[in-house]
């Protein structure tokens, strides 16, 4: 049986990102999304229609958010479902509630303004860029390191 699970979003913070700690110490944050969709009716008028998204980060990326994001800042999150279900203690019923677990983010904003704001998503991206030139590097190196063990013949 096939299945793929796959969730991309770009949308505003709803609230401030809550972060909790697990009792052996993970992080976990919680965040709400505001994602729009405008579209034009059959009859031509433009209406803009909001879904609210329940998102969960974990570990150094929850850390990450909890830091960096505030209310109303853009944010895009790539994650995959999962479907809480529960028992209402008041009522007996059965509750589930669709959320999505974030697996990467990216923090959204002009670079100026957002990075004068905040310092720290400077040296995130110094970090990233130091680590994607490591990688670079060693596949270079690897690409050398093979090319001078290749004898070539001539024929």
């Known amino acids: 049986?096939?299945?793929?699970?796959?969730?991309?979003?770009?949308?505003?913070?709803?609230?401030?990102p809550e972060v909790r700690y697990t009792p052996k110490g993970s992080a976990?944050?919680?965040?709400?999304i505001a994602v729009n969709r405008v579209y034009t009716t059959d009859s031509g008028e433009k209406r803009e229609?909001?879904?609210?998204?329940?998102?969960?980060?974990?570990?150094r990326l929850a850390e990450i958010a909890g830091e960096y994001l505030k209310k109303g800042r853009p944010v895009f999150i790539e994650g995959r479902l999962q479907l809480d279900t529960w028992d209402d203690k008041q009522s007996?019923?059965?509750?589930?509630?669709?959320?999505?677990?974030?697996?990467?983010?990216?923090?959204i904003g002009s670079t100026g303004r957002w990075c004068r704001r905040w310092p720290?998503?400077?040296?995130l991206r110094k970090i990233e860029h130091a680590r994607?030139?490591?990688?670079?590097?060693?596949h270079r190196?690897?690409?050398?390191?093979?090319s001078q063990t290749t004898t070539k013949f001539p024929f």
């Open 1 to 16: 049986m096939a299945s793929f699970n796959k969730v991309i979003l770009l949308g505003n913070l709803t609230r401030d």
């Open 28 to 32: 976990v944050c919680d965040l709400g």
């Open 49 to 59: 229609e909001v879904t609210y998204v329940d998102v969960v980060l974990w570990a």
């Open 92 to 107: 007996g019923q059965k509750r589930s509630k669709l959320k999505v677990i974030g697996e990467t983010m990216q923090l």
């Open 120 to 123: 720290g998503v400077n040296r």
């Open 132 to 138: 994607r030139r490591q990688i670079e590097h060693s």
């Open 141 to 146: 190196q690897r690409r050398l390191r093979r």
